[in-house]
């Protein structure tokens, strides 16, 4: 059951990928750009009005994740636990790593 468990999180973190390219191409830069905007753009402050896609993935991970271990439905929590995986991951490479969100790093 670890095993199974392990191979889905595995491949919820890698199906995020997929997911996230899409929504980025297809929503963030559709429908929603007003959102997504200012994450192309030069601004002041810390939050973006782009960080609202952080509650469109986050939101369903945790309720995976809830209601997959409060109801022992571990395969529907480590789906949850690979898209958290995916944000953490994402948020550090993307946020961190590329865009220097957090200039008090730089020193």
Do not use: Q
Request: one cysteine or more; proline letters at 2%.
């Amino acid at each position: 059951m670890i095993l199974t468990n392990s191979l889905i999180v595995f491949l919820s973190f890698c199906a995020m990928e997929f997911a996230a390219n899409f929504t980025h191409r297809y929503i963030m830069h559709g429908f929603m750009w007003f959102f997504h905007e200012d994450h192309h753009r030069p601004h002041k402050g810390f939050f973006e009005k782009n960080d609202i896609f952080f509650l469109i993935f986050a939101v369903p991970s945790a309720c995976f994740i809830y209601f997959g271990l409060s109801r022992y439905f571990y395969a529907l929590a480590a789906v949850g636990f690979g898209i958290l995986l995916y944000g953490i991951a994402y948020f550090l490479v993307h946020e961190v790593l590329i865009h220097r969100r957090f200039t008090w790093l730089d020193k």
